[in-house]
């Protein structure tokens, strides 16, 4: 527990950057027009992309007895491709939306 508190008080800066900045990403994101909706998608499936090339670099480059950054570059690597699927997904659906019906 001492440990965490030393964390905590060593790295305030940081956690209140994370912190303001979800306030912020949420706060953007729920104003959004839903016109714009697909190309942002298609731009957040990119940024995703990177961050699964950069969690798989991270994880190459690990001990092979670092359990918790292989966990951690494991969550990465999945929640972002899940993130890119279901992104493409979503965009493809609602491109379908503006094809002629035969």
Known sequence: METLSL???EHINLIYFIVLSIFVGVEVIGNVPTV???PLMSGAN???GVVIVGAIYVM???KTDDYAGLITGFLAVLLGTLNVVGGFVVT???LEMFKKKK
Do not use: E, P, S
Request: aromatic share 6%; glycine share 0%.
């Open 7 to 9: 964390f905590i008080a």
């Open 92 to 94: 493809d659906r609602m």
């Open 60 to 62: 190459l480059h690990l």
């Open 46 to 48: 990119a940024i995703h």
């Open 36 to 38: 714009i909706h697909t």
